[in-house]
C-alpha cells in the first residue's frame, strides 16, 4: 500500500521567498524475511535471527520496528533483538511482525549433547562382607538433559 502526503518546503535566501511543492511517498512493508529460515540448536543454547523488512516488488525497507515473538514459549524464547534461546526439545516456530507484515522461521530444540571417552573407573564394592569380584558399572543419565 503506498500512502500519498504534501510537504511544502520554504526557504528564505536575502529577502526572497521560495516554495516548493514535494510529494511524500510512504511504501507499506510487504513481508518480513528472516534467516536463517531454519535453525536447530540444544537446550541452553542461542543464535540470532535476523529480519528484513521487504516491499511488495522486493525493496529493502530501513528504519522499520520489529516485534519478535515465539509460538510456543516452552520450547524455546526470542528477545527484541532477534536472539532466540532453546528451553526444552521440540519444535516451535518464531515470527517478526513490522506494521502489517511478517515472516516466520522455524527452531528445533534438541536435547544437550554429551560427549565422554572411555576410561576405567576403579570401582570397589562389599557384598556380605565379602569383596564381589569383577564388576561392570553402566551410567546413565536419569535427568532431563
Same mark, same amino acid.
Request: proline content about 4%; glycine content about 10%.
Given at each position: 500500500?503506498?500512502?500519498?502526503?504534501?510537504? =511544502?518546503?520554504?526557504? +528564505?535566501?536575502? /529577502?526572497?521567498?521560495?516554495?516548493?511543492?514535494?510529494?511524500?511517498?510512504?511504501?507499506? *512493508? /510487504?513481508?518480513?524475511?528472516? %534467516? !536463517? %529460515?531454519?535453525?536447530?540448536? *540444544?537446550?541452553? @543454547?542461542?543464535?540470532?535471527? +535476523? /529480519?528484513?523488512?521487504?516491499?511488495?516488488?522486493?525493496?529493502?525497507?530501513?528504519? #522499520?520496528?520489529? @516485534?519478535?515473538?515465539?509460538?510456543? &514459549?516452552?520450547? /524455546?524464547?526470542?528477545?527484541?533483538?532477534?536472539?532466540?534461546?532453546?528451553?526444552?526439545?521440540?519444535?516451535?516456530? =518464531? #515470527?517478526?511482525?513490522? $506494521?502489517?507484515?511478517? $515472516?516466520?522461521?522455524?527452531?528445533?530444540?534438541? *536435547? !544437550?549433547?554429551?560427549?565422554?571417552? &572411555?576410561?576405567? =573407573? !576403579?570401582?570397589?564394592? =562389599? %557384598?556380605? $562382607?565379602?569383596? &564381589?569380584?569383577?564388576?561392570?558399572?553402566?551410567?546413565?543419565?536419569?535427568?532431563?538433559?
Amino acid at each position: 500500500m503506498t500512502r500519498r502526503g504534501l510537504l =511544502i518546503v520554504g526557504a +528564505t535566501l536575502l /529577502a526572497s521567498v521560495n516554495c516548493e511543492r514535494v510529494e511524500v511517498t510512504t511504501v507499506s *512493508a /510487504a513481508r518480513v524475511a528472516l %534467516q !536463517p %529460515q531454519i535453525t536447530s540448536l *540444544a537446550v541452553s @543454547d542461542s543464535t540470532r535471527l +535476523t /529480519a528484513v523488512v521487504l516491499s511488495s516488488d522486493g525493496k529493502t525497507l530501513t528504519g #522499520r520496528t520489529i @516485534d519478535w515473538a515465539i509460538l510456543q &514459549p516452552n520450547i /524455546a524464547s526470542v528477545d527484541s533483538t532477534g536472539m532466540e534461546r532453546g528451553k526444552s526439545t521440540g519444535e516451535a516456530t =518464531i #515470527r517478526a511482525v513490522s $506494521g502489517d507484515a511478517d $515472516g516466520t522461521a522455524a527452531i528445533t530444540v534438541t *536435547a !544437550p549433547s554429551i560427549s565422554l571417552s &572411555p576410561s576405567d =573407573i !576403579p570401582f570397589s564394592a =562389599i %557384598q556380605n $562382607g565379602a569383596a &564381589p569380584g569383577e564388576r561392570t558399572v553402566t551410567i546413565t543419565n536419569g535427568g532431563s538433559g
